[in-house]
T-cell receptor, first 115, second 108 residues
Framework: ETGVTQSPTHLIKTRGQQVTLRCSSQ?????VSWYQQALGQGPQFIFQ???????GRGNFPPRFSGLQFPNYSSELNVNALELDDSALYLC??????????????FGEGSRLTVL | KNEVEQSPQNLTAQEGEFITINCSYS?????LHWLQQHPGGGIVSLFM???GKKKHGRLIATINIQEKHSSLHITASHPRDSAVYIC??????????FGTGTRLQVFP
């Protein structure tokens, strides 16, 4: 039990649609990052949010966007879905302070299938 | 060449065996994570290391910063240890660079 909850666990969309994936972190976790894991591959960094601002991004197009909320929840939005977007999407959160980088906690992931 | 390399890619063992998984990286890092991923997909963080050695139960992780190498050891392996073990290095922010993973199967 990591205290990080993702929803939905599984979903199916068609090409061109939009999807919103959600992540609920532990209280106090002010940093959240999102990863895409294609089948048989290692996770790839999408972006990170710290105190509701994006502060790092991987090689993903602008149709991948996110939000982080004051209640320690966050969203990953993907517009204009493509077949290659089919993957497991993982969020990970931690508490960041000037004195400390806390342990990273992962959610169980949301498995997206694009048809 | 990947920035993070793991070996072996696949590993089978009999229950009770001592297991070692290796990770080498080619970039400067601030920390290294060992992660466990079960078939359902969820990832559990086992260790975060920046130097030396850490132990948790039957798991031991070591890192040699000069040699850019880390090892994960499992003592007295058990079938419930069967999973994919992933090494990931942290460069800046939370951008982790992941290895390809080592698939471990422990048979009774």
């Amino acid at each position: 039990e990591t205290g990080v909850t993702q929803s939905p666990t599984h979903l199916i969309k068609t090409r061109g649609q939009q999807v919103t994936l959600r992540c609920s972190s532990q209280s106090g976790h002010n940093t959240v990052s999102w990863y895409q894991q294609a089948l048989g591959q290692g996770p790839q960094f999408i972006f990170q949010y710290y105190r509701e601002e994006e502060n790092g991004r991987g090689n993903f197009p602008p149709r991948f966007s996110g939000l982080q909320f004051p209640n320690y929840s966050s969203e990953l939005n993907v517009n204009a879905l493509e077949l290659d977007d089919s993957a497991l999407y993982l969020c990970a959160s931690r508490m960041t302070s000037a004195a400390n980088t806390g342990e990273l906690f992962f959610g169980e992931g949301s498995r997206l299938t694009v048809l | 060449k990947n920035e993070v390399e793991q070996s072996p890619q696949n590993l089978t063992a009999q229950e009770g065996e001592f297991i070692t998984i290796n990770c080498s990286y080619s970039v400067g890092i601030s920390a290294l994570h060992w992660l466990q991923q079960h078939p359902g997909g969820g990832i559990v963080s086992l260790f975060m290391l920046s130097s030396g050695k850490k132990k948790h139960g039957r798991l031991i992780a070591t890192i040699n910063i000069q040699e850019k190498h880390s090892s994960l050891h499992i003592t007295a392996s058990h079938p419930r240890d069967s999973a994919v073990y992933i090494c990931a290095v942290k460069r800046y922010t939370d951008k982790l660079i992941f290895g390809t993973g080592t698939r471990l199967q422990v048979f009774p």
